[in-house]
């Protein structure tokens, strides 16, 4: 079949399951937007192309597809570097089409050209420049391969105008089925098995343990392995640790599940970490939030460390059994080692590490102090409250901050890809996109974005697009006045000299913005007015709404490990010192 380029780009994506596509058009992508009227793929357009990569990422994290985003040239593609950048940092399997001034004109410093794939080398897995339309199927078909097998991550096709204009000769093409035979991959070979021998390595250290912790990052969500998780720390009764990028991987409601650990991790995950004799690594990378100063983390422990990407084994600690492979697969067989060991029975008495474990969580449980009459909101009563209001599958996306922080300490995750959030990039502005990309990706699902005020500046203007797509989400909106976390650290570490962080409580006027943008709008200043806001958003699913909470401004997020300090220096609610 004789089609031209750009109708074979858009039959690529439909090749490859693509559903929904988020993007924003211009000049160099245009030829492509035409074919996109006669597809079944649905095409979200976006605000601003930041906005298009974080619904991507959204749709991504929620459904565990691949999430797609289409931009043009120049400005357009520099807009998409962002999100291209926190997609790589977190692992999120994503393809960005990107179109390009045509061909010859490459170097030219023609209009609306830049380096695309220079660019964006560094943050992206691979990325491709077509410069043939007979390439384009094979290209696309190997850009969600390379997305989404090994180490998920984003993939970048930069395409020419003139390979798939279809007034131009040098777009025509026969339209052929990709497939996995007619890759072009050299050296591109995820390992997923693991070695016997390393397992039973690992299997011995367990049982010899009597202090371990089972550290688990997010590769345990990207390599759909929270079954596994579960079952291995109920054979071996050894308590799990979950980063901020493994929220739900196990059950928060689980008697072994400890929380968070890091920076702004409960007092009990961070603590018993730095008094393990052994760590169970799946899925994390040692990253610094997590281990403080990383000459005084958890000092007296061995290290298992499990990882799809090779290049994290020993890269911040050396572990004493590195085991590179799929989460999934390498859980898996540890368990039928440790079952062939002897299973439960074969494990020794940690009893006393239990009873220390419980001390820790009776004496420094997540505490805060409830507002007095006539003062503003406490974050963390509107989160409870929140949580408590909505069902327990409820998706839940955060932008970066205190609010971030609060929000992963005081919801209850026991289902694994309910929390969405940027972090190792740490994305201002991640929440209201993300929201609305996995509002798209799961929309029979209720879909909360926390958001604080200085994030939602940043990108609000994509409800907008919410409120045109009839995409529901709903906003829990923290306005504290302050770019909060930059506010507590200059109040900590800084002498209390407030440079630069005061935002307003009246401007904008949230409500009258969110009215302006299609929403539906509300606001809650005391704590009677929380539970009724709350629950008149849940009532409205035809349209987004935003409520607005005033809160305290002068709130901090604790636990907290100053920076440079190691997790032993915790700083925990003045309270409890």
């Known amino acids: 079949m004789d089609i031209n380029g750009g109708q074979a780009l858009v039959k690529a994506l439909e090749h490859e399951g693509v559903e929904v596509v988020f993007g924003l058009p211009g000049g160099a992508i245009l030829p492509v937007y035409d074919p996109i009227i006669e597809s079944p793929i649905r095409h979200i357009l976006v605000r601003h192309e930041q906005g298009a990569g974080h619904m991507a990422e959204g749709y991504a994290h929620a459904t565990g597809r691949p999430g797609v985003m289409m931009i043009t040239s120049g400005p357009g593609a520099t807009n998409g570097v962002t999100p291209l950048c926190d997609a790589y940092m977190d692992s999120i399997p994503l393809v960005c089409i990107t179109g390009q001034v045509p061909y010859p004109a490459i170097g030219t410093d023609a209009f609306q050209e830049c380096d695309t794939t220079g660019i964006t080398m560094s943050v992206t897995k691979h990325n491709f420049l077509v410069t043939e339309a007979q390439d384009i199927p094979r290209v696309i078909h190997e850009a969600f391969h390379i997305a989404t097998t090994g180490r998920p991550g984003p993939v970048l096709v930069d395409v020419p105008k003139d390979i798939v204009d279809p007034n131009n000769p040098r777009s025509a093409m026969t339209w052929y089925e990709p497939n996995d035979d007619i890759m072009e991959l050299p050296g591109y070979r995820p390992v997923t098995d693991c070695d016997p021998q390393l397992l039973r390595a690992a299997a011995q250290l367990i049982s010899a343990a009597k202090r371990p912790v089972i550290y688990a990052g997010g590769g345990i969500l990207k390599a759909r392995a929270a079954k596994e998780l579960l079952e291995l720390a109920e054979l071996i009764d050894v308590p799990v640790v979950t980063t901020l990028m493994a929220r739900g991987a196990f059950p928060d409601s689980h008697e072994l599940c400890l929380g968070m650990p890091g920076m702004h991790g409960n007092y009990t995950a961070v603590t018993a970490m730095q008094h393990s004799d052994l760590l169970i690594a799946l899925g994390a990378r040692f990253d610094?939030?997590?281990?403080?100063?990383?000459?005084?983390?958890?000092?007296?422990?061995?290290?298992?460390?499990?990882?799809?990407?090779?290049?994290?084994?020993?890269?911040?600690?050396?572990?004493?059994?590195?085991?590179?492979?799929?989460?999934?697969?390498?859980?898996?067989?540890?368990?039928?080692?440790?079952?062939?060991?002897?299973?439960?029975?074969?494990?020794?008495?940690?009893?006393?590490?239990?009873?220390?474990?419980?001390?820790?969580?009776?004496?420094?449980?997540?505490?805060?102090?409830?507002?007095?009459?006539?003062?503003?909101?406490?974050?963390?009563?509107?989160?409870?409250?929140?949580?408590?209001?909505?069902?327990?599958?409820?998706?839940?996306?955060?932008?970066?901050?205190?609010?971030?922080?609060?929000?992963?300490?005081?919801?209850?995750?026991?289902?694994?890809?309910?929390?969405?959030?940027?972090?190792?990039?740490?994305?201002?502005?991640?929440?209201?996109?993300?929201?609305?990309?996995?509002?798209?990706?799961?929309?029979?699902?209720?879909?909360?974005?926390?958001?604080?005020?200085?994030?939602?500046?940043?990108?609000?203007?994509?409800?907008?697009?919410?409120?045109?797509?009839?995409?529901?989400?709903?906003?829990?909106?923290?306005?504290?006045?302050?770019?909060?976390?930059?506010?507590?650290?200059?109040?900590?570490?800084?002498?209390?000299?407030?440079?630069?962080?005061?935002?307003?409580?009246?401007?904008?006027?949230?409500?009258?913005?969110?009215?302006?943008?299609?929403?539906?709008?509300?606001?809650?200043?005391?704590?009677?007015?929380?539970?009724?806001?709350i629950n008149k958003a849940n009532e409205i699913n035809d349209r987004p709404v935003v409520v607005e909470f005033r809160c305290e401004r002068g709130e901090n997020v604790y636990p907290m490990v100053p920076a440079g300090c190691t997790n032993s220096e915790l700083v925990v609610d003045p309270s409890q010192r």
């Open 288 to 533: 610094d939030r997590v281990t403080g100063r990383l000459d005084g983390f958890a000092p007296d422990a061995k290290v298992i460390h499990v990882d799809i990407d090779a290049a994290e084994l020993g890269k911040v600690r050396q572990p004493d059994v590195a085991m590179h492979g799929d989460c999934r697969v390498v859980i898996a067989a540890l368990v039928k080692e440790l079952h062939d060991c002897g299973g439960r029975d074969a494990q020794p008495d940690r009893q006393a590490w239990r009873s220390q474990i419980s001390g820790w969580q009776e004496r420094y449980p997540l505490v805060y102090e409830q507002s007095e009459p006539g003062e503003r909101l406490k974050p963390q009563y509107v989160l409870e409250v929140l949580r408590d209001s909505t069902p327990n599958d409820t998706i839940v996306t955060s932008g970066v901050g205190q609010h971030q922080m609060w929000t992963s300490q005081y919801w209850r995750f026991d289902h694994p890809y309910t929390w969405i959030n940027s972090g190792g990039l740490g994305t201002m502005g991640f929440s209201v996109p993300a929201a609305i990309g996995a509002k798209v990706g799961k929309p029979d699902r209720m879909v909360w974005a926390i958001d604080g005020d200085g994030c939602f500046q940043m990108t609000a203007q994509e409800l907008v697009t919410a409120a045109t797509g009839r995409i529901p989400i709903k906003v829990a909106l923290f306005n504290n006045a302050y770019l909060g976390m930059v506010r507590q650290w200059q109040e900590m570490f800084y002498d209390e000299r407030y440079s630069e962080v005061y935002l307003s409580y009246e401007v904008p006027d949230y409500v009258k913005w969110a009215e302006a943008m299609g929403c539906v709008a509300l606001r809650a200043e005391a704590p009677e007015e929380v539970a009724p806001a």
